[in-house]
Protein backbone atom coordinates (compact mmCIF):
# COMPACT_ATOMS: atom_id res chain seq x y z
CA UNK A 1 0.00 0.00 0.00
CA UNK A 2 1.09 3.38 -0.70
CA UNK A 3 0.41 6.49 1.39
CA UNK A 4 0.29 10.08 -0.76
CA UNK A 5 0.42 13.03 2.55
CA UNK A 6 0.27 16.57 0.55
CA UNK A 7 1.55 20.14 2.44
CA UNK A 8 1.98 23.80 2.13
CA UNK A 9 -2.03 24.78 1.37
CA UNK A 10 -2.73 27.95 2.10
CA UNK A 11 -4.07 31.63 1.40
CA UNK A 12 -2.77 33.52 -0.39
CA UNK A 13 -2.62 37.04 -2.21
CA UNK A 14 -3.80 37.41 -6.60
CA UNK A 15 0.06 37.10 -7.92
CA UNK A 16 1.08 35.61 -4.96
CA UNK A 17 3.27 32.05 -4.39
CA UNK A 18 3.12 29.31 -2.88
CA UNK A 19 4.74 25.73 -2.84
CA UNK A 20 3.26 22.38 -2.66
CA UNK A 21 4.56 19.23 -0.67
CA UNK A 22 4.01 15.88 -1.51
CA UNK A 23 5.50 12.84 0.35
CA UNK A 24 5.23 9.13 -0.91
CA UNK A 25 5.67 6.34 1.38
CA UNK A 26 5.45 2.12 1.94
CA UNK A 27 6.61 -0.82 0.57
CA UNK A 28 8.30 -1.11 -2.99
CA UNK A 29 7.47 2.29 -4.03
CA UNK A 30 8.92 1.71 -7.11
CA UNK A 31 7.95 4.80 -8.43
CA UNK A 32 7.44 5.92 -12.29
CA UNK A 33 5.95 9.29 -12.59
CA UNK A 34 4.36 11.81 -9.45
CA UNK A 35 1.83 14.40 -10.43
CA UNK A 36 -0.63 17.01 -9.66
CA UNK A 37 -4.32 17.61 -10.31
CA UNK A 38 -6.23 20.42 -8.97
CA UNK A 39 -10.29 20.62 -8.84
CA UNK A 40 -11.71 24.43 -8.61
CA UNK A 41 -15.21 24.99 -7.31
CA UNK A 42 -17.92 24.18 -10.47
CA UNK A 43 -15.31 22.23 -12.58
CA UNK A 44 -13.62 19.15 -13.51
CA UNK A 45 -10.37 17.77 -11.76
CA UNK A 46 -7.50 18.65 -14.22
CA UNK A 47 -4.25 17.93 -14.53
CA UNK A 48 -1.55 20.57 -13.53
CA UNK A 49 1.88 18.86 -13.56
CA UNK A 50 3.70 15.92 -13.90
CA UNK A 51 7.23 14.55 -13.67
CA UNK A 52 8.36 11.52 -14.78
CA UNK A 53 11.68 8.96 -13.65
CA UNK A 54 14.14 10.68 -16.20
CA UNK A 55 13.18 14.25 -14.58
CA UNK A 56 10.99 14.98 -18.11
CA UNK A 57 7.82 17.10 -17.18
CA UNK A 58 4.85 18.17 -18.46
CA UNK A 59 2.78 21.06 -17.89
CA UNK A 60 -0.88 22.44 -18.40
CA UNK A 61 -1.49 24.75 -20.60
CA UNK A 62 -2.81 27.16 -18.33
CA UNK A 63 0.15 27.17 -15.90
CA UNK A 64 2.86 26.80 -18.23
CA UNK A 65 5.34 29.64 -16.91
CA UNK A 66 4.30 30.22 -13.92
CA UNK A 67 4.33 26.32 -12.17
CA UNK A 68 7.32 24.17 -11.66
CA UNK A 69 7.44 20.66 -10.85
CA UNK A 70 10.37 18.99 -8.69
CA UNK A 71 11.06 15.79 -7.45
CA UNK A 72 13.48 14.33 -4.74
CA UNK A 73 13.85 10.87 -5.58
CA UNK A 74 15.48 9.77 -2.19
CA UNK A 75 12.94 11.87 -0.51
CA UNK A 76 10.16 10.29 -2.73
CA UNK A 77 8.87 13.81 -2.20
CA UNK A 78 7.42 16.08 -5.14
CA UNK A 79 7.07 19.91 -5.18
CA UNK A 80 5.10 22.25 -6.92
CA UNK A 81 6.27 25.97 -7.06
CA UNK A 82 3.13 27.91 -8.13
CA UNK A 83 4.13 31.52 -9.13
CA UNK A 84 1.09 34.46 -10.24
CA UNK A 85 -1.58 32.41 -8.58
CA UNK A 86 -5.13 33.70 -9.55
CA UNK A 87 -8.25 34.32 -7.98
CA UNK A 88 -10.22 30.99 -9.00
CA UNK A 89 -12.29 30.03 -5.51
CA UNK A 90 -10.78 27.62 -2.67
CA UNK A 91 -9.27 25.03 -5.48
CA UNK A 92 -8.14 21.59 -4.07
CA UNK A 93 -4.77 20.41 -5.52
CA UNK A 94 -4.28 16.65 -5.87
CA UNK A 95 -0.69 14.74 -5.63
CA UNK A 96 -0.63 11.57 -7.56
CA UNK A 97 1.90 8.63 -7.42
CA UNK A 98 2.27 6.34 -10.03
CA UNK A 99 4.41 2.83 -9.99
CA UNK A 100 4.16 -0.25 -11.81
CA UNK A 101 0.76 -1.38 -9.59
CA UNK A 102 -1.25 1.54 -9.84
CA UNK A 103 -1.88 5.58 -9.36
CA UNK A 104 -2.69 6.71 -6.17
CA UNK A 105 -4.04 9.86 -4.99
CA UNK A 106 -3.35 12.43 -1.90
CA UNK A 107 -6.07 13.40 0.02
CA UNK A 108 -5.73 17.20 -1.17
CA UNK A 109 -4.38 20.39 -0.08
CA UNK A 110 -6.76 23.62 -0.42
CA UNK A 111 -5.40 26.84 -1.86
CA UNK A 112 -7.27 29.54 -1.88
CA UNK A 113 -6.10 32.63 -3.81
CA UNK A 114 -7.61 36.17 -2.61
CA UNK A 115 -8.46 39.16 -5.32
Known amino acids: QVQVVESGGGLVQDGGSLRLSCAAS????????MGWHRQAPGKQRESVAV???????SYADSVEGRFAISRSNAKNTVYLQMNNLKPEGTTVYYCTTTNSSDNYWGQGALVAVSS
Open 26 to 33: GRDLSIVA
Open 51 to 57: IIGGGMT
